[in-house]
């Protein structure tokens, strides 16, 4: 018999919370982005506000860096235990129809990024704040609350970014081999070197809506769209290559 929809996210629910490796990186989304944070501005705190290129706002989000990291070998592990020993086949057995599958499972990915993300951002701009003093920005500051619920977007949709390709390479290992790099080295390098080319990386765009002033031609929003249609490109590759390929 096929399973309902709803019994289908619940079972991709349960999967996600009885593999240790997925559910520590989830949790480590949270758990890196506020100790970062907590570092951080305990160490350095008000000693670059008084630098006239520094943005504030955006500063505020400093430990996003790392906790995109964590959301994206979220969304690489959730995927690829699907590859090993032959999960994917008994999958296919409980729910044959791959669209249903692959489509439940990427919806608890993202919702769970989502909703962990938001708590994340959110956590670390409020706590960062505390060590800010007369610095301090409030949630009433202009763009504050739309950097608070645009980095929790953001983190989500780099671990949907990084499930996509998952489904396609079927291994987390060669996804965050790829990924990781490239946030880390090549996107900062082109990012100085390829002018307004650079906003269309998918963290450089969505990490404008973490800036109080976002330069260039993309806005906040807009940027966030872009690296949602970088990662609803991974993520529709990822469906066509479950499809077509054998379990």
Known sequence: MTMSTTAVLHSE???????RSVAGSLIAVFAVTVSVTLFAFSTVGQAEVDDPGNDLLFSAFYALNFGQIAAM?????ALSSEFLNGALRTSLMAVPRRSLFYVS?????GGLALLVGLIT??????????FMGEYAIGPGEPGALRAAFGGGVYLALMALFAAGLTAVLRSAVAVLSLL????????????????GVSQYLPDRAGQLVLHQHPQGSLGPWAGLAVT??????????GWWALRKRDA
Do not use: R
């Open 121 to 130: 951002s959110s956590t670390a701009f409020l706590v960062g704040q505390l």
């Open 228 to 237: 949602a249609g970088w990662a609803a490109a991974a993520l529709a590759t």
């Open 105 to 109: 499972k990427i919806a608890v990915v």
């Open 180 to 195: 990781i790099p490239f946030i880390l080295l090549v996107s900062f390098v082109v990012g100085s070197t390829a002018g």
């Open 73 to 77: 070998s979220f969304g690489a592990t």
């Open 13 to 19: 629910w349960i999967k996600i919370k009885s593999v």
